[in-house]
């Protein structure tokens, strides 16, 4: 068991460049989640998916973040016209159930010049 | 919304010490607390977890719930400065509901 899988670990972009971040799951657990953490405001949660489906995403800053999964073994997460105070660590979570013990992926370093 | 409010946000002890971190939960429902620990550089690990009024220990660390108060503690006995890290609470109830953060403790171990 690989555990969850975030891709890539690092990123730079460009103000006004697009981002998309990847997550793969552990095999079998139905929800996916989607944080965001700096120094300053801490762990953020964004959004999160159970058994594909969007449940809630009343984190996600709504203009220019979306989120997908397209499939069981996969979400991404896309931030358009990426501005710096998106530079963050965005950690992707996946639990068997809802409510259950969470397990973290490495984590995406976005920094935005 | 429920909110997790973890105290103090920051806490410095000397090795071999005693550190106790609280958290409080705002949802009278709540049934599961859980602690995470992040070391610098990494991402949160599940560290313990308690889902009945009492305590629990696994090696140097106990864990309380007072299910009453919604409040949970984690302390951790004869601390090393491997123990320093951010330490998150979080809180969920059955039904679907999705797991609540706190905002963390950073706690550091002096040598």
């Known amino acids: 068991n690989a555990g969850v899988i975030q891709t890539p670990r690092h990123k730079v972009t460009g103000k006004g460049q697009e981002a998309t971040l990847w997550c793969e799951p552990i095999?079998?657990?139905?929800?996916v989640f989607w944080y965001r953490q700096t120094i300053v405001q801490g762990l953020e949660f964004l959004t999160y998916?159970?058994?594909?489906?969007?449940?809630?995403d009343s984190g996600m800053p709504k203009e220019r973040f979306s989120a997908q999964m397209p499939n069981q073994s996969h979400s991404t997460l896309k931030i358009q016209s990426t501005q710096p105070q998106d530079s963050a660590v965005y950690l992707c979570?996946?639990?068997?159930?809802?409510?259950?013990?969470?397990?973290f992926g490495p984590g995406t370093r976005l920094t935005v010049l | 919304q429920q909110k997790v409010q973890q105290s103090p946000e920051s806490l410095i002890v000397p090795e071999g010490g005693m550190a106790s971190l609280n958290c409080t939960s705002s949802?009278?429902?709540?049934?599961y607390f859980w602690w995470y620990r992040q070391h610098s550089g990494k991402s949160p690990k599940m560290l313990m977890?308690?889902?009945?009024?009492g305590e629990k220990e696994e090696g140097r660390f106990t864990v309380h719930l007072n299910k009453a108060s919604l409040h949970t503690s984690l302390h951790i006995r004869d601390s090393q400065p491997s123990d320093s890290a951010l330490y998150l609470c979080?809180?969920?109830?059955?039904?679907?509901?999705?797991?609540?953060f706190g905002s963390g403790t950073r706690l550091l171990v002096s040598p």
């Open positions: 977890s308690i889902f009945s009024n």
């Open positions: 949802d009278r429902n709540v049934d």
């Open positions: 095999s079998g657990h139905s929800a």
């Open positions: 979080a809180a969920s109830r059955t039904g679907g509901y999705k797991v609540v």
């Open positions: 998916f159970r058994n594909q489906a969007p449940i809630d």
């Open positions: 979570a996946s639990s068997i159930g809802t409510g259950g013990e969470q397990y």
